[in-house]
């Protein structure tokens, strides 16, 4: 039982240039997310999931797309970065509680 | 539009200074109430659920409890690997598929 599992851990970036980011979860929940985080901002979310095959935005989805194709999995997607995009991306999952997974560190110059 | 508030933003305590971390929230109808720990480098860490008003829950040195108004996070006798980012975040029954956050409260418990 790996929890939720992200990938990649770290990644450098040019302005413009895309990636996707790879949300894992294990335990069969429904509800998923994907945040960021900011130095003394807190955790801001980007966009949910309440189900295989739906997504929704949250308080900052502006330049990210997502998709929720398996139910096991979230991605994120990045089409054309900015430096304001780099960032801490955490996804997470939700059943009773929620789980996060270890963090993606974005950095785009 | 929910929202969360968390004080203070840094607490530093002495080994066994026992202390509280405040969450004060406004939402439109509590569906939930939740508290992690965050380490640095980390992902945040599930600690506590709390749904209505005088409800409490403990963990170790940890204990929360819930107002109509605000949660607080009381630390109890607190040892240096009690230090991390405490997080608070709400849930409300308009919209129960996702959470507001607090920034945090970053405690450091020196030896």
């Known amino acids: 039982n790996a929890g939720v599992t992200q990938t990649p851990k770290f990644r450098v970036l040019k302005t413009g240039q895309s990636m996707t980011l790879l949300c894992a979860q294990d335990?069969?929940?429904?509800?998923m997310y994907w945040y960021r985080q900011d130095p003394g901002m807190g955790l801001r979310l980007i966009h949910y999931?309440?189900?295989?095959?739906?997504?929704a935005k949250g308080e900052v989805p502006d330049g990210y797309n997502v998709s929720r194709l398996k139910k096991q999995n979230f991605l994120l997607g990045l089409e054309s970065a900015a430096p304001s995009q780099t960032s801490v991306y955490f996804c997470?999952?939700?059943?009773?509680?929620?789980?996060f997974g270890p963090g993606t560190r974005l950095t785009v110059t | 539009e929910d929202q969360v508030t968390q004080s203070p933003e840094a607490l530093r305590l002495q080994e066994g200074e026992s202390s509280s971390l405040n969450c004060s929230y406004t939402?439109?109808?509590?569906?939930?109430l939740f508290w992690y720990r965050q380490d640095p480098g980390k992902g945040p860490e599930f600690l506590f659920t709390?749904?209505?008003a005088g409800e409490e829950k403990e963990k170790e040195r940890l204990k929360a409890t819930l107002t109509k108004k605000e949660s607080f996070l009381h630390i109890t006798a607190p040892k240096p690997e009690d230090s991390a980012t405490y997080l608070c975040?709400?849930?409300?029954?308009?919209?129960?598929?996702?959470?507001?956050f607090g920034d945090g409260t970053t405690l450091t418990v020196k030896p």
């Open positions: 999931s309440v189900g295989e095959g739906t997504t």
């Open positions: 709390l749904y209505s």
């Open positions: 975040a709400v849930q409300s029954n308009t919209n129960a598929g996702k959470s507001t």
């Open positions: 997470a999952s939700r059943g009773p509680e929620q789980y």
């Open positions: 335990m069969n929940h429904e509800y």
């Open positions: 939402v439109s109808g509590l569906r939930g």
